[in-house]
């Protein structure tokens, strides 16, 4: 389903993007070098919470490693239990035995929304984006650490869900925990924890001894500590208590950040972390192999990672469906069928007949752009089976826009990149989005429809589609489905069903080409 932006995520957005006093990490670019296998990166960042996906290996925990490392800070700032400095260095993530050869030649270019930067005559305003640049020499040092911009950054490895009662200095410390002096955000991580795993805390004390911290709750008429929670709920403490205790504007990097939760947990902590950001302005880049947690993020917060040609390629905007089913590598059919999105599936599955549709994968990818990048990726990877884009109909007229981004993240494609594309290229009927598209169609079968759905008078459904083209781009089946009681799919699968049935032969250029690339992979 194509992902509806809620208000929580329109003002984190409005905020990310307007928000210069808390140096945001806006942009990470890999221009030269080899990172643990990772050798390719630019990764733009347009919201404050940023997922990473991909194959074990891909490169995701090297771009957490990255990003902790845009950072500097004072000897006094926060900075984790254990850790003897507030900031990170690349030596905290890349350690190398004797035997391994030195990595070197490696520059890096973070791009920084501040707004104290030093006026020089080109940029003489101090609030923007600019870069700043990393580097190391091959058996040299990285550059000018202290340069850093100041910012709190935490690192949240997988060893959070490794429960009390498994740590060794837990364990050796266990009746020395005393109540820590009150740090007045407790209620906060009770209200967080609590609202995840739907679990009514009354209380929420944080106990400490030197350098460790101990959650201890009453729930349910009980009291117990952290040696007596699920490797889930001690995470959730440690990532809330994190958030909280970093102070405004922090930078909290999360590997794995679904682990011990379970799926409606996982779209809980969701959700609740888009409130405690837009609190405390603090900036989160995760990794995650959920499904879930992807589907609870804008498309341009969505990253996948994977090897292309040689290359590490990173695709924003990617839908879940589609980056999920790339992870579970299970077998697929003849020819894959590539289209923006759920609505534009729905179309092709009522259009196509029964012969073909069980020889084909219709996957939904997220977006035009999407699309065009996985064409390129396609393009250099060697095509495995046939493949055809399907591009919704308003993407007529931006053709060659969409070629010309294909061509650039394919980096150099030989000269036969433009008629390889355009082979591999095709358009839903008409030349407005789909939505719009059915709604109008919609009026030569209004009859039939409002049959099905119980409409005692069709004018009545006329009127309810006057409103859905009123609700906006991509907007008009929620307001449809309000009004006409049944669930947005519903009216989805109903419109395309009986439109494709009276509208055959639009579809027929679309159905010829997939006949032909069945008969090529056959």
Same mark, same amino acid.
């Given at each position: 389903m194509k992902y509806r932006e809620t208000k929580p995520d329109k003002d984190l957005r409005s905020w990310f993007q307007h928000d210069f006093s808390h140096a945001h990490l806006r942009r990470i670019f890999l221009k030269e070098g080899n990172l643990r296998g990772l050798n390719s990166l630019d990764m733009s960042i347009e919201f404050p919470i940023s997922a990473i996906a991909g194959r074990n290996g891909a490169g995701k925990s090297t771009v957490l490693a990255i990003a902790c490392c845009a950072f500097h800070n004072g000897k006094t700032s926060f900075r984790l239990p254990k850790r003897k400095l507030p900031y990170y260095t690349f030596s905290d993530f890349f350690i190398q035995h004797p035997a391994e050869q030195p990595s070197g030649g490696i520059e890096i270019n973070y791009y920084i929304a501040y707004d104290n930067w030093a006026k020089t005559a080109a940029q003489p305003n101090q609030a923007g984006v600019r870069m700043q640049r990393r580097h190391k020499n091959k058996g040299g040092k990285w550059n000018d650490y202290v340069k850093r911009i100041k910012r709190n950054v935490a690192f949240l490895g997988i060893e959070r869900i490794v429960p009390h009662n498994e740590r060794s200095q837990s364990r050796s410390y266990s009746r020395l925990f005393k109540d820590a002096t009150e740090k007045g955000y407790e209620a906060n991580i009770r209200d967080a924890v609590g609202y995840v795993l739907a679990k009514p805390y009354k209380n929420v004390r944080l106990l400490e001894h030197s350098k460790y911290m101990l959650p201890i709750v009453d729930a349910n008429g009980f009291t117990y500590s952290g040696f007596n929670m699920g490797a889930g709920e001690n995470a959730l403490f440690e990532i809330f208590s994190v958030i909280y205790s970093c102070g405004k504007g922090a930078l909290l990097v999360i590997d794995e950040i679904e682990l011990g939760l379970h799926a409606e947990a996982q779209r809980r902590l969701m959700s609740k972390l888009k409130d405690a950001c837009l609190e405390t302005r603090t900036q989160i880049i995760c990794t995650t192999h959920s499904k879930e947690i992807f589907d609870c993020l804008p498309y341009d917060a969505r990253f996948f990672l994977e090897p292309v040609g040689g290359r590490t390629k990173i695709t924003q905007g990617i839908s879940s469906e589609f980056a999920f089913s790339k992870l579970s590598a299970q077998p697929r059919s003849e020819v894959d069928i590539l289209v923006e999105d759920d609505m534009a599936k729905t179309i092709l599955i009522a259009a196509l007949p029964s012969e073909l549709r069980t020889r084909i994968s219709i996957i939904s990818i997220g977006s035009a752009t999407a699309l065009a990048r996985q064409l390129s990726a396609i393009y250099l990877k060697g095509e495995e089976r046939p493949t055809i884009a399907v591009f919704d109909g308003d993407q007529k007229c931006k053709e060659d826009d969409n070629l010309k981004h294909g061509r650039s993240m394919a980096e150099n494609p030989g000269d036969d990149f433009d008629s390889w594309f355009a082979h591999h290229i095709a358009y839903l009927p008409g030349d407005i989005w789909p939505e719009a598209w059915l709604v109008q169609q919609a009026q030569d079968v209004i009859s =039939?429809?409002?049959?099905? #759905? =119980? &409409? *005692?008078?069709?004018?009545?459904? @006329?009127? /309810? !589609?006057?409103?859905? !083209? =009123? @609700?906006?781009?991509?907007?008009? &089946?929620?307001? /449809? @489905?309000?009004?006409?009681?049944? *669930?947005?799919?519903?009216?989805? *699968?109903? &419109? *395309?069903?009986?439109?494709?049935?009276?509208?055959? !032969?639009? &579809?027929?250029? #679309?159905?010829?080409? /997939?006949?032909?690339? #069945?008969?090529? @992979?056959?």
């Open positions: =039939q429809i409002a049959t099905y #759905l =119980q &409409f *005692s008078d069709a004018d009545e459904l @006329a009127d /309810i !589609l006057e409103y859905g !083209l =009123q @609700a906006g781009k991509h907007n008009e &089946f929620y307001e /449809i @489905a309000a009004r006409t009681g049944v *669930s947005r799919d519903v009216c989805i *699968s109903t &419109f *395309s069903s009986y439109i494709c049935q009276g509208h055959a !032969l639009i &579809f027929d250029v #679309l159905v010829t080409r /997939i006949r032909g690339a #069945l008969e090529m @992979a056959g």
